[in-house]
């Protein structure tokens, strides 16, 4: 049965009957998840590097073509134990245009957020303005994959060298994209994606810290339980980040059928494409032609002087059951414990990107269908 009938006219029934929402887990095989947890729990091995910790480590790796993934309680515990891992210090330039998270991860370890301005082809932290703002207090740069659209990771990599500083990638949007047909997760001194549900392969809570670097690998599986290097042994200063048995049984087996949902999720963005070519003001974000990505994300961008608000075009389609969400509003820099001035670049692009992004619905949730349906409601919108 349809959800939707396509052309009624805006009234009080909403076109969708069920709401789509912008974030809803997918869960690709539940059986199999059920049956990798029961298994679990018939061995009584619930966490502390399990088997199917240890499994979706090598399975993780092997998709990413990365020497070491190390699996954690959630992408922020491996952006910290990364951070940690690959001795940044001091200020860390990155992004305000990125999830509060990354921000929030630095400072809980005492490390201290400078925001530099992205590219608007990319989103993602734009190389010249992080060359610019490295002083002596600098410690490290963090570059968000933002979409899953890969950084300009060449170019930040050449910066980071010359200056001798550590370079960490949030990977959190990142499953499955490449830059340059490689498999992210091996640039940088390392990289962390999130398996958090909302995210593209969906593990409950949970994240990886990719690596090709023996040492970094080493330091944070140490990090992640409490620096025990034996069973009484303790190496140094660690923390509880590990990830538990049913967490990596969902991972699994949503990792394993990732090019269903990729093709699902293409699927989508095909239909929107369509239905949001040519309108004024209105433009869907595209990966840039050196990359690929999960299309996890439909990114709309809504132009300041087009017909319809972002804001308003939210609400047109929150009455027919869509409901979106402005990732990321209003951006770190404007969030309270990072607005301080003093603190600011120049942020212009940020600002913008900030009003004018809105992140449709994609995922198990809906059809293709359905997008189409989303795409004529917004250029009938924008039309008005
Ligand atoms: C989700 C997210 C994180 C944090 O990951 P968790 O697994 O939720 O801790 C970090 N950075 C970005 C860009 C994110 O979207």
């Known amino acids: 049965m349809p959800r939707s009938s396509g052309h009624a006219p805006v009234g009080t029934t909403p076109l969708f009957a ?61 952006l910290q134990l990364a951070a940690r891992a690959i001795g940044m210090t001091g200020d860390v330039l990155m ?12 400072t809980w370890i005492g490390l201290r957020p400078v925001f530099c301005d992205v ?37 930040l990599q050449e910066i980071a060298q010359r200056h001798g500083l550590p370079l960490l990638f949030d990977a959190a949007h990142a499953t499955g994209s490449s830059y340059r047909s490689v498999r992210l997760g ?31 690998a080493e330091r944070v599986r140490l990090l992640r339980n409490f620096g ?19 967490s990596a049984a969902m991972a699994l087996a949503n990792l394993e059928c990732y090019d269903r949902l990729h093709a699902h999720d293409q699927g989508i963005h095909a239909a929107y494409r369509d239905g949001l070519a040519d309108i004024d003001g209105i433009s869907l974000f595209e990966c840039t032609p ?7 994300y439909a990114v709309l961008e809504v132009s300041d002087t087009g017909a319809i608000t972002r804001d308003a075009l939210r609400q047109v389609l929150a009455a027919q059951n869509v409901l979106t969400r402005r990732y990321f509003f209003p951006g770190c820099h404007r969030s309270p414990p990072y607005a301080r001035p003093a603190q600011h670049r120049s942020l212009p692009v940020t600002e913008q990107l900030c009003r004018a992004v809105v992140q449709l619905p994609t995922g198990l949730q809906l059809t293709s269908d359905d997008a189409t349906t989303i795409a004529a409601i917004i250029a009938r919108a924008a039309d008005a």
């Open 228 to 246: 025990f290097v034996g069973e009484d042994a303790v190496s140094g200063i660690g923390i509880n980040a590990k990830m538990n048995e049913f």
């Open 119 to 155: 590219s608007g082809a990319t989103h993602t932290l734009d190389p010249p303005k992080v060359e610019e703002a490295i002083t002596s207090a600098t410690g490290g740069i963090l570059a968000t994959h933002l979409w899953g659209q890969p950084c300009e990771i060449e170019r």
């Open 95 to 106: 992004p305000a245009f990125t999830f509060v998270g990354t921000a929030h991860a630095m």
């Open 186 to 216: 091996g640039f940088g001194s390392a990289e962390v994606f999130s398996l958090h549900a909302t995210k593209s392969i969906n593990g409950l809570e949970g994240g990886v810290v990719a690596t090709n670097d023996d040492t970094v």
């Open 18 to 78: 069920t709401a789509l929402r912008t974030g809803t887990p997918n869960i690709l095989q539940p059986e199999r998840t059920r049956s990798l947890i029961d298994a679990a729990m018939r061995r009584n091995w619930l966490t502390n590097d399990g088997p199917l910790v240890q499994e979706l480590e090598e399975r993780f790796a092997a998709f990413h073509d990365v020497r070491h993934c190390v699996a954690v309680a959630s992408g922020t515990a491996g």
């Open 290 to 296: 050196d990359s690929s990505r999960c299309d996890h």
